[in-house]
């Protein structure tokens, strides 16, 4: 079953890395802003199950500093952002970058074994997504993707020692599926090339391999047992140090607008959830979970989170509360396999960057996906054809999800400039044409992602194009969001303790 490893390099180093980091345990993967961490902890310990760790996702460093503070001597592990490590275009250029310089920062201040990191990305070829949009799951990808995660390995080393004299780690998480897949080799695969290549760690998230079951269209033919089995046959187990658990739910903008059929599961469909932090974890992530927790192969996991960010303490705790009777005898598990792990003797596969001519290849493909899933180009080619594509539901991303994006996810248009919404409103333009306007053209991003800055910025924009005379409200709309967003995230705003 699975695959000999020639031991390389890349997996020498990953060994001589993952060691140095302590088992996490079990804990709960966070957002600082909601909930709000002091009262959580607190109801945790009331209920006699305080997490082993908590995993803080990227913020500004004043709050990350509170954070530490508030903890004590709890583990504290890090979920990066921005890092957009599935773009050709990063090769090479991640030394001096803003984000990197912001993650090393973050790492720091939480003293955090690990840098998580989706390989995804909401950045591709000019055009700019609320979230993930997953990498083309192609030999040359994975290339790209490992050629990127040496950089910053090397770059973490050179500049973010921790307290202990370790470096954080950098793992890659497994994006969710959202209707689509498209490439030409399994997603599995993909991660072994990328782990055969570079040092990297992996974050197996239970509620993505759902997505993955789900889009890949794999449900139709297997059942769920039976794909799991297969997917961690060839899944680089042995190189899993974190694995999350998160709510998986109908999304928002399908709730009204999918047919019946699609969001149950009669007429043999599975419901069409999505990734989703603020829902409730459904039993069968944790059947699931069970299956990987017996897989011999998984012998450098550091920790199990439940994501629950946007979450209601209230459920937060309840969750958190049946997932440590479920899994302590997990953890010590976990222990015994981190000690039992010995390093094998190294034979080595030395890096191999992408040519230039692979580089232009692989941007070119990049290129034509996102001018497919942005509905600019229809889904030809083998990227889009051969067996380990799925293109069924494509449409709906296209015309229900990604508008949904645009016009409400991570600020409703309607409310943040109401009185140019209105003028619109007269002028008989319809906010529909925003979504248009966005995909219009490819587009280079000035400094560094921000989805609602860039929200703000594109619709002044287009309120220039299609009704000047607004042009001025919306102007002055924009900046007071721009002053209020600012004031936002300064320090003490940001900070919200009891
Ligand atoms: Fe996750």
Redesign the pocket.
């Known amino acids: 079953m699975g695959y000999m490893r020639v031991t390389s390099l890349s997996h020498k180093e990953f060994i001589r890395r993952v060691r140095r980091i302590p088992v996490h345990g079990l804990g709960l993967?966070v957002d600082v802003h909601a909930p709000e961490l002091t009262s959580l902890l607190r109801s945790l310990q009331a209920r006699q199950v305080p997490p082993g760790y908590f995993e803080v996702f990227y913020t500004e460093p004043a709050a990350l500093q509170a954070v530490r503070e508030q903890v004590g001597q709890r583990l504290l592990a890090y979920h990066g952002e921005g890092l957009w490590i599935t773009r050709p275009e990063m090769a090479g250029a991640w030394a001096g970058r803003q984000e990197l310089d912001d993650a090393i920062t973050h790492l720091q201040i939480l003293q955090s074994a690990w840098l998580n990191h989706e390989c995804a990305t909401k950045y591709l070829a000019g055009y700019s997504f609320g979230t993930y949009l997953p990498p083309l799951y192609t030999p040359a990808s994975a290339e790209m993707v490992a050629e990127n995660a040496w950089q910053i390995q090397l770059l973490l080393d050179e500049r973010c020692a921790l307290g202990n004299g370790g470096v954080p780690l950098l793992l890659l998480?497994m994006p969710p599926l959202t209707y689509f897949v498209a490439g030409t080799l399994p997603i599995p695969t993909y991660f072994r090339l990328i782990t055969e290549l570079a040092p990297c760690g992996l974050?197996l998230?239970v509620?993505?391999l759902w997505t993955v079951f789900r889009y890949s269209g794999a449900y139709r033919t297997r059942s769920l047992e039976t794909f799991v089995q297969a997917f961690l046959d060839e899944f680089p187990l042995d190189r899993v140090v974190e694995i999350?658990v998160?709510g998986v739910a109908i999304h928002e903008s399908q709730v009204d607008t999918v047919p019946a059929q699609v969001r149950s599961d009669s007429n043999g469909v599975l419901p069409a959830w999505t990734d989703a932090h603020a829902a409730p974890i459904p039993p069968v992530l944790f059947e699931m979970l069970d299956q990987i927790l017996a897989q011999p192969q998984l012998t450098n996991l550091k920790g199990i989170a439940l994501?629950v960010d946007m979450k209601s303490e209230e459920l937060i705790v309840e969750e958190f509360v049946r997932f440590t009777r479920r899994y302590s005898t997990g953890v010590r598990c976990m222990n015994v396999k981190n000690d039992a792990a010995s390093e094998s003797s190294a034979v080595s596969s030395e890096r191999n960057n992408l040519s230039l001519a692979d580089k232009l290849a692989l941007a070119e493909a990049y290129d034509r996906y996102a001018r497919v899933v942005v509905g600019r180009t229809e889904p030809n080619g083998k990227e889009w054809s051969q067996s380990h594509a799925n293109v069924d539901e494509l449409d709906l991303y296209r015309s229900v999800y990604l508008p949904h994006e645009i016009l409400h996810w991570g600020g409703e248009i309607t409310e943040m400039f109401p009185e140019s919404y209105r003028g619109l409103t007269e002028v008989h333009v319809p906010l529909a044409e925003l979504v248009a306007f966005w995909f219009q053209e490819p587009r280079s991003l000035s400094g560094t992602y921000d989805f609602f800055l860039l929200k703000v910025d594109r619709f002044v924009e287009f309120v220039r194009e299609v009704a000047p005379t607004l042009e001025a409200i919306a102007e002055r709309e924009a900046e007071v969001l721009r002053q209020g967003y600012r004031t936002a995230n300064t320090p003490h705003d940001a900070v919200q303790v009891n």
């Open positions: 993967s998480e974050v998230d509620g993505h999350h998160a994501e």
